[in-house]
C-alpha cells in the first residue's frame, strides 16, 4: 500500500459501485443513480451495440466531450481533422429540441490516427471551451453503463453523483483494501482494482486483438490479390479486343480486294494476296522486265547494226579486190 498511496488506478472494466467512490472501495451504492445503474448492471438491461446509430471502428473513434452548444459539425472536423483523417463524425443532439448534447464521438481512418488525437487533443480548446478526449468507453469497456442509466464517468461536484475511474477523474489510491470477504457475503462482485500510474502517466487505450489485426492483414491481402486478378482480367480483355479489332481490319482489308478484283473481272487466283507489300514487290518486277526488254532490245539492235557494219564491208572488200588483182596483173605485164 505504501508504494501506491501516490498512484491513482484505471479499471479495466465498469462496475457501478466502484465508479460511484473516490478510491473504489465502496461495497453499497450510495445515492439512488448508482443503485439504477447496479439494477440494469445485473439484469443485463443495457446492450452497448443495440444504438442503431453506432456505426464504424470502435478501435478508431475517440469520445469528445464537455463541447459549447455552439460547436456543430464542421466546426468539429475542422478542429479534429489536425490529428489525423476524419472518416465519420457523430455529435449528439437532443430527440426533441435538437439541441447539441455537448458530447460527439470522431472516427478515424486509422488507429494510429486515433491514438494521436487521444494524446493530444485531450484539454484543447473548441469554441472557448475546454475538451476532454477518451477512447470509446461504450464499445471497448466491459460492463459499460451509460449516465442516462445512473453509470457512466462524468457528474457535477453540485449533484454529489460523481463518477470515477475515467482519464479525467481518476480512482485514488485505497485508502483501505476492497473489503472481498464482506463482498462475497453480501452477494455483490468484487470491483477490478485497474492499474496503477503516476498521476502524470497517460493510460492508454485499447489495442486491438490480435485476431482482428490478422483478419485485417487477410482482408487486405485477399482485397489486394482480387485487384490484381481484375487487372489481369482487363488487360487480357483488351488483349483480346485489340487482337478482334486487327482481324476485322484485316477482314475488311480483303474483302474490298476482292471486291476490286470482281469489278475488274479477275479472280482471287489470278492475282496475289493484297498485303503492305504487294504494291512494292510489282513495281520491283515490272522495273525489272522493263530493263530485261530494254537490254534484249539493245543487243538484239547492235547485233543488227554489227551485221549491217560487216555486210557492208565485205561487199567493200570484194569490189576493192579485182581492182587490186588487176593492177597488179597490169604491173607484172609491163
Known amino acids: 500500500m505504501s508504494c501506491n498511496i501516490n498512484s491513482v488506478f484505471y479499471a479495466e472494466s465498469y462496475h457501478p459501485i466502484q465508479a460511484g467512490s473516490i478510491d473504489g472501495t465502496d461495497i453499497l451504492p450510495h445515492d439512488n443513480a448508482v443503485y439504477r445503474a447496479l439494477l440494469c448492471s445485473n439484469a443485463a438491461l443495457y446492450d452497448p451495440t443495440g ?183 482487363s488487360s487480357s480483355m483488351e488483349r483480346d479486343e485489340h487482337r478482334r479489332t486487327v482481324g476485322r481490319k484485316q477482314g475488311s482489308r480483303k474483302r474490298s480486294y476482292v471486291e476490286e478484283e470482281s469489278q475488274y473481272g479477275k479472280s482471287s487466283e489470278d492475282r496475289p494476296e493484297c498485303s503492305p507489300n504487294t504494291a512494292s514487290i510489282e513495281t520491283d518486277h515490272n522495273y525489272k522486265r522493263s530493263t530485261l526488254d530494254r537490254e534484249e532490245h539493245y543487243h538484239s539492235r547492235s547485233n543488227a547494226e554489227g551485221g549491217e557494219i560487216s555486210w557492208k564491208r565485205s561487199s567493200r572488200y570484194k569490189e576493192e579486190r579485182p581492182s587490186k588483182r588487176h593492177r597488179h596483173y597490169s604491173r607484172s605485164n609491163h
Open 51 to 233: 444504438d442503431p446509430k453506432i456505426i464504424g471502428d470502435p478501435y478508431c473513434t475517440v469520445f469528445v466531450g464537455r463541447l459549447s452548444h455552439l460547436t456543430t459539425e464542421p466546426t468539429l472536423h475542422k478542429a479534429m481533422s489536425k490529428y489525423g483523417r476524419v472518416k465519420n463524425l457523430r455529435l449528439v443532439r437532443h430527440i426533441v429540441t435538437g439541441a447539441s448534447r455537448r458530447f460527439a464521438f470522431v472516427e478515424f481512418e486509422t488507429e494510429r490516427e486515433m491514438r494521436r488525437a487521444y494524446q493530444d487533443a485531450h484539454h484543447a480548446i473548441i469554441d472557448d471551451a475546454e475538451i476532454i478526449v477518451d477512447y470509446n468507453r461504450q464499445q471497448l469497456m466491459p460492463g459499460w453503463i451509460p449516465r442516462r442509466l445512473g453509470g457512466g464517468l462524468g457528474g457535477r461536484k453540485e449533484s454529489g453523483q460523481l463518477r470515477f475511474g475515467g482519464r479525467e477523474r481518476p480512482f485514488r489510491a485505497p485508502l483501505q483494501p476492497i473489503p472481498y470477504e464482506d463482498l462475497k457475503k453480501l452477494g455483490i462482485t468484487p470491483p477490478p482494482e485497474g492499474r496503477y500510474m503516476s498521476r502524470f502517466q497517460v493510460p492508454s487505450p485499447p489495442r486491438k486483438p490480435r485476431k482482428l489485426v490478422e483478419k485485417e492483414e487477410y482482408s487486405y491481402k485477399r482485397s489486394s490479390v482480387d485487384r490484381e486478378e481484375l487487372s489481369q482480367r
